[in-house]
C-alpha cells in the first residue's frame, strides 16, 4: 500500500519562486565593491540555491574575509530592492492551497536567512500556508541545506529517517517519476542539488524542481527520486 507523503518542505528560491533578477543584481553590486564589472547577469546564475558565502569563495575565489564582506555588500542592495525583484512561479499559490487543504504539512527549508524567506512569503501572500519556516541566520549560521532540513525536521517533530521504501518503474503514467520511492512520508522538494542532497541527509524522499536553475543533468547526477518539469507535474506528485 503506498503511503501518502504528507511532510513537505519547499525550498524557496527557484521552486516556489524565481528571485533572477534580484539575487544576480545584488551579487553584481557586490562584485562592483571589489572592483569587479560582471554585466552580464545570466553568468550570476549560480548564485541562485547554494550559501552565499560559499559561492563568493566557489566562483570568484574570496577568501573567508572577502565573502564576508561581499555577503554584507549584497544585502545592502538586496533588502531594500532586490528582495521585491522576484516573481512567483504561476500556478504555486493555487498548488499549495490544494496541498494544505489535503491534509498536507508544508514547511520551507531554505537556506536564505530567515528573516528574508518570512519577508518574501509574507510579499507573495503564501506565508499562510507553511506550518514551519526555516531559514539560515544572519550571521551565516545554518546556511548549509541539510542543517536547514535538520531544523525543519525538527520543529515538524520529524526526525526518524524513512525505511521500507519500494521503487516504482522509471516512469509512472503521468510521466513525472524517475526510480522514486513508493513509501515514505517527508519530502523536500527544490531546483539544486544542494536541495537534493539536504533531503538525502536525512533519508527523504527528493524531488528535482527542473523548471528553476537546475544546470542540465544536475538533478539527475545528484540522484533526485523524481524530477518534475512543471508545476502542474510536482502538485499531482505530491497530491498522492
Not at 217 to 227: F, K, P, Q, V
Request: proline share 4%; glycine share 12%.
Amino acid at each position: 500500500m503506498q503511503m501518502e507523503y504528507k511532510y513537505l518542505l519547499f525550498d524557496l528560491d527557484g521552486t516556489l519562486t524565481d528571485p533572477k533578477e534580484g539575487i544576480t543584481a545584488s551579487v553584481q553590486y557586490a562584485l562592483r565593491s571589489f572592483g569587479i564589472n560582471e554585466p552580464d547577469l545570466d553568468r550570476l546564475k549560480l548564485f541562485i540555491g547554494p550559501p552565499l558565502r560559499s559561492s563568493f569563495m566557489e566562483f570568484y575565489g574570496f577568501d573567508e574575509g572577502q565573502a564576508k564582506e561581499a555577503v554584507e555588500k549584497y544585502r545592502e542592495w538586496f533588502k531594500p530592492k532586490g528582495i521585491y525583484q522576484n516573481s512567483m512561479y504561476p500556478g504555486i499559490g493555487e498548488m499549495l492551497g490544494k496541498l494544505k487543504e489535503g491534509g498536507k504539512i508544508l514547511a520551507v527549508a531554505s537556506s536564505k536567512p530567515q528573516i528574508f524567506v518570512e519577508q518574501v512569503l509574507h510579499h507573495f501572500k503564501i506565508d499562510n500556508y507553511f506550518t514551519v519556516i526555516v531559514g539560515s541566520e544572519l550571521d551565516g549560521r545554518r546556511d548549509k541545506k541539510e542543517e536547514v532540513v535538520d531544523e525543519a525536521l525538527r520543529q515538524l517533530g520529524v526526525k526518524e529517517a524513512q525505511e521500507g521504501r519500494a521503487t516504482l518503474p522509471m516512469e509512472d503514467k503521468e510521466g513525472v517519476a524517475r526510480n522514486g520511492p513508493e513509501g515514505g512520508k517527508a519530502v523536500m522538494i527544490g531546483d539544486r542539488k544542494f536541495d537534493i542532497a539536504g533531503g538525502k541527509a536525512h533519508g527523504l524522499v527528493t524531488v528535482g524542481a527542473a523548471y528553476g536553475y537546475a544546470e542540465e543533468g544536475e538533478l539527475e547526477e545528484a540522484g533526485a527520486d523524481y524530477i518534475v518539469h512543471t508545476v502542474e507535474e510536482l502538485g499531482r506528485l505530491l497530491m498522492r
